[in-house]
């Protein structure tokens, strides 16, 4: 089962997954957490993008899709994957449907956040006071939402061309009332 949980910076995603990783026992698969590593432990890697990430855009597809594919065969062990952050492109959706299809798999449904912007924004200041996320800043986070409005909204489009199912959830509120939303939405899907 290959899940994606969807929606603007701030929605709740990485929050969701890690809830529904316990839940259901799907590995949660989050890109801008696996970079965040690289750049703590100072690789090459993260040499490259920790820049890119501060500034609020994306890392180019590419790379990213390299991430994806060394680790995606680990975290479809199992119940499956759940990717958090990826794809943020069309060109990232085409990348992993062709990687997943040489495995007879597909995306089997998504989840997408649904939040009022200011809402976000709040939210994601009120993270950077929190966490500490040096892309939580008024000016980075208005670059982040233009990304996700200029090329990620896209791949929405993309899946819904395909016939995949789309679970449009409410994400504003507590996040148990979200989780409850998320799992009265996606409840059987293992069986579909
Ligand atoms: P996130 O934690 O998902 O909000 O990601 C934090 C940052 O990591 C993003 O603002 C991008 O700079 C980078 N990033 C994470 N995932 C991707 C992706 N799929 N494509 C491009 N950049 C990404």
Do not use: W
């Not at 590593?37 to 100072?42: D, I, L, Q, R």
């Not at 040499?47 to 990430?53: C, F, L, N, P, S």
């Not at 794809?87 to 299809?101: G, H, I, K, N, Y």
């Amino acid at each position: 089962m290959i899940g994606i949980i969807f929606g603007p910076p701030g929605s709740g995603k990485g929050t969701q997954a890690a809830r529904l990783e316990k839940d259901l026992g799907i590995h949660h698969l989050s890109t801008g957490d696996i970079l965040r590593g690289e750049v703590a432990k100072g690789t090459p890697l993260g040499k490259e993008v920790g820049r890119i990430m501060a500034a609020g855009d994306l890392v180019p597809d590419g790379l990213i899709v390299d991430v994806v594919r060394s680790r995606l065969p680990d975290a479809e062990q199992g119940v499956g994957a759940l990717l958090d952050g990826f794809p943020r492109t069309v060109a990232q959706a085409r990348a992993l449907d062709s990687m997943l299809s040489d495995e007879g798999h597909r995306v089997n449904f998504i989840v997408a956040l649904d939040v009022p912007e200011e809402l976000l924004v709040d939210r994601l200041l009120h993270r950077a006071q929190v966490e500490g996320r040096t892309d939580d800043t008024r000016e980075v986070i208005a670059e982040r939402m233009r990304e996700y409005h200029k090329l990620t909204e896209a791949v929405l489009d993309h899946y819904r061309k395909q016939g995949v199912r789309i679970h449009e959830v409410d994400g504003t509120g507590s996040p148990d009332e979200v989780f409850d939303r998320i799992h009265a939405a996606i409840s059987g899907i293992s069986s579909r």
